[in-house]
């Protein structure tokens, strides 16, 4: 257990419906990032937040999805009008000013 | 049960043997590198990191060795165990860069026969 929890583990949706994701990060790491990881792949860069402030986002990052880190703390990626191809796992990792990231346990999201 | 300057997307071993897991990376601007093991259904677990000004850095029963004329880092486990069975990625960053986010290398998959 690294310290960084996410919620729900798993999710299943029809497509078309809009769903939340929450990350809670290791105590005081102002860095936040989210990934995304299909089967057999290794994760994929999304989105970084400096504290509250969202600073890159990929291009993977299409304008269904938005993150927000309100206060710094724990942050929530949304996706809305889930499609098939959403289907993945969704990691979110922190880091506390040094450059190693720890990640928690996913949530894996399931587009019917 | 090892190989030395390939990637293989997956790595069969005995266990008690001494496994090595390669990866090449893309940019020569990188200059922190992590190893990262996952099992299935969770996240990648921090194993081992390095950095630029480094060739070879020694954990609990793991090695990493960096190789920055061919852009190429292998993750050496000794004494392999079936714990050790899992999809190990290689990490990069470019510390100069803003975000620090992580590109990760192919994962390779290790299995460990008992």
């Known amino acids: 257990d690294t310290g960084v929890s996410q919620d729900p583990r798993h999710k299943i949706t029809k497509r078309g419906q809009n769903v939340t994701f929450r990350c809670d990060p290791i105590s005081e790491h102002n860095r936040l990032y989210w990934y995304r990881q299909t089967l057999g792949q290794g994760p994929e860069f999304l989105t970084y937040f400096q504290n509250e402030a969202q600073l890159e986002k990929s291009r993977l990052l299409s304008d269904r999805f938005s993150a927000e880190r309100p206060k710094g703390s724990f942050s929530t990626l949304e996706i809305q009008r889930t499609e098939q191809g959403d289907s993945a796992m969704y990691l979110c990792?922190?880091?506390?000013?040094?450059?190693?990231?720890?990640f928690g346990p996913g949530t894996r999201l399931t587009v019917l | 049960g090892e190989s030395v300057g390939l990637h293989l997307p997956t790595l069969s071993v005995q266990e008690g043997d001494n496994s090595i897991i390669n990866c090449a990376y893309s940019n020569s601007a990188s200059d922190y590198f992590i190893w990262y093991k996952q099992e299935s259904g969770k996240g990648p677990q921090f194993i081992i990191d390095?950095?630029?000004?480094?060739d070879k850095r020694q954990g609990q029963r793991v090695t990493v060795l960096l190789n920055k004329t061919v852009k190429h880092l292998s993750l050496q486990i000794a004494a392999t165990q079936p714990g050790d069975s899992a999809v190990y990625f290689c990490a990069e960053i470019e510390s100069s860069g803003n975000t620090g986010k992580l590109i990760f290398g192919q994962g390779t998959t290790l299995q460990v026969k008992p």
């Open positions: 990792a922190t880091n506390g000013g040094t450059d190693t990231q720890y």
């Open positions: 390095i950095r630029s000004n480094m």
